[in-house]
Each structure stands twice: as structure tokens, then as C-alpha cells.
């Protein structure tokens, strides 16, 4: 058996797939806004402890959420409970304000920025300062007057774990951030970066046609949906709920295969997962040899849009339960993460020849305009996370 070596401490390498962990459901009233003194608001901020592996001076294993409702992110973290029992660890989930049950305002919270203003990384990371130190205080000892604290996170997660033992360093001791790309920000990672890594993924695990196919698909789509006759023809193809019949439909299904890509390529797990979708072992592998199995000619439209109908069904349809293809479900927390992306957590992405994506450039003015339009609100900067936690120096 394979190994993993943290510190001084050897551990059996565990896989913690699809596996039902037991954590008790918590609240704390936390400061609606850590920074002003303009009111005293506060809400409740959902956490999950599970205290199986805890001991008497035991450290805090702290997993700081990210965009979404914890409990996705508690079931699928299954490297903290692996390694709890070697350190006596209390296991603590925080959710991320905005997401999950943690609305500040309740049904309201999303109804217009006024309410949304209050939805910052800097506000969460206070909200997990706010939580640490009241933990700290109960599980305090003589002993032991300040329980040492270990972030965990993962993505968006693990920028903030990242952050909150740079910006916090007497809350935590340590920070494992897993896949944290705190430096997807201007001027410090090249835009075309990220979809090249995802290309990158597809041709590891399917090869050549798999990418090539995807790269060709684009302008089929485009191509194929120009007049009615063809929106219809792809609506039935892929079986979609929601008919295509406008140029802004169009658009909407080429982000969406953009975000199922880049989905499969993040839970591209070697065990099956309930996380973004219920997806098999390796779905990249499962989705290009799907691609694999149809013979067909690169020149036909058609022929290229159904053979990748086909292999989407492992993101959309694995489990054969569902009547129709989706493409507007709320992936995780959409609509907090296109806020958030509004306005700090601006990513600068684009696609060239040289990955499987449709060429866009990074334009950040139409970026702004596109903000402005869907959330009400405009990007101050492209430089907001360099300034408040620094950059490459």
C-alpha cells in the first residue's frame, strides 16, 4: 500500500470515495459585517462537527467552505477524517456566508446587491476567525490555552484556507490548500493557463480525438443552430429540457459545455463521486471513450454534435434517471459564485488554437459590461485579492 507523509508521521494512503460521514449540525451568530460599526446585525452560520477521533488537547482539523452548501463539501473531503485519528483531531466544517443554509438576509439575500454587498471573501475569512476563536474557548484546557487550529480547503476552499493563515497567522497554525489558485489573477498566471491544463486532462486520459473533438464541436454548434431547423435538430440530439431558439441560447450552451469540461476535469477522481454530478471512476476517461467507440467524419457537423451527445450523457445522465438534458441547473452556488465573480474574483481566462476550447479573448471590458447586465454590479478592479493578500511577492 501506497503511503502519504506529512511532518514526521507515515499514513496508510485511504481513498475515501462515496462514503457516508457522520458530522452533528451547529450554528453561531456571527457580525452581518466584520469591518463597520454602522450596525449590529448578526445571522447564523452553519457548521458541522464531528468529534469521533477528538481527544482532550487534540488540534481543530477547520475546513473552510467554499461555494456551495457544506455538507457537498463534507462528504467529499474524506482525507481529514483519514487522517483525524493519527492526531486526535475534532473535525469542523464552516460554511461559507451566502451558501447553504448561512443567508444573512434569508429569502432576501439574493434579491438585489444591496443585500448581496455583504458576500466577500474578507467577510467569510472573518466569520472563520469569529468561529475558530469561540471553539478555541470551548475546548480550551489548562493545559492547553489556545487549541491549535489547521485549515483545510479545496479550490475556491482552499484560497481561503490559503488566505486565512496568511491574513489570520494567530487563528491558524498551518493551511493545506489543495488545488488553490490564488494566483488566477492579473498579471500573475498567463490567461490561457487554466483551459490549457484542462485540455491537458482530456488528452491524458482520451488522447487526441477526444480534445480534437471538442475543439471541432464549436464551430459545428455554431454552424448547425444558425437557423430554427438546426436549433431544433440540436435541442432533440442532445435531449435538452429547455429548447434552443435564440443567439443568447446558443451562447448559454457553449458556457455550460465550458463548465461541464472543466467539471469533469476537477472530479476526474479515480473512485465515482455525488459532487458536481453523479459521475463514474475517471468520467474523463468514461467521456472520451465514448468518443472513441463512434466512428465518424471530422467534417460532419452532425456527425461530430451526436457522437458528443453521446459522451455527455456520463455528466448528465450516468445514472439513466433523468428525463432530460438540463442545462441551466444551479451548479454548486452559481448565483453567489457569478457575484463573488463580479466583483473581487475576477479570473482573467481565455482559449487559443492550442487547447479544446472556442478562441476568446480576455476582454475585461465586455467582462464588466456582462457583470453590469446579469448582476447589477461592476468589477471596481481586476486586482482586488492582490491587494488585500498579495500577489506572487
Known sequence: MESIVIGLILFPAVISGNLNYVLDTKYINVPLDHFSFANNLTFKLRYLVNDTYHVERG??????????????FAQNTGFMFDIAPYFNALIVFAEHRYYGTSLPFGNLSYTSPKYLGYLSSGQALADYVYLINDLQNRYATK???????????????GMLSAWLRMKYPSSVVGAIASSAPIWQFKDLTPCENFNRIVTNVFEGFGGEKCSRTIKNS????RSVTKDDTGKVMLSKLWNLCTPLKTKDDIDNIIDWLTNVYTDLAMANYPYPVNFLAPLPAYPVREFCNRIQQNSYDYKNDTD???????????????????????????NLGDSGWNFQACTEMIMP????????FENNDWDFKKYSDDCF??????????????LEYGGKF
Open 349 to 356: 481566462m481565455c482559449s487559443t488554437d492550442l487547447d479544446m
Open 304 to 330: 461530430i454534435l451526436n457522437s458528443l451527445g453521446k459522451a455527455l450523457q456520463v455528466y448528465t445522465n450516468y445514472t439513466k434517471t433523468t428525463n432530460c438534458t438540463n442545462t441551466v441547473a444551479d
Open 218 to 221: 464549436w464551430n459545428a454548434i
Open 143 to 157: 493545559e492547553l490555552w489556545k487549541v491549535p487550529v489547521v485549515a483545510f480547503g479545496g479550490s475556491y476552499g
Open 373 to 386: 447586465t446579469k448582476e447589477g454590479v461592476r468589477p471596481r478592479s481586476e486586482d482586488v485579492p492582490i
Open 59 to 72: 488540534p481543530i482539523f477547520f475546513y473552510t467552505g467554499n461555494e456551495g452548501d457544506i455538507n457537498l
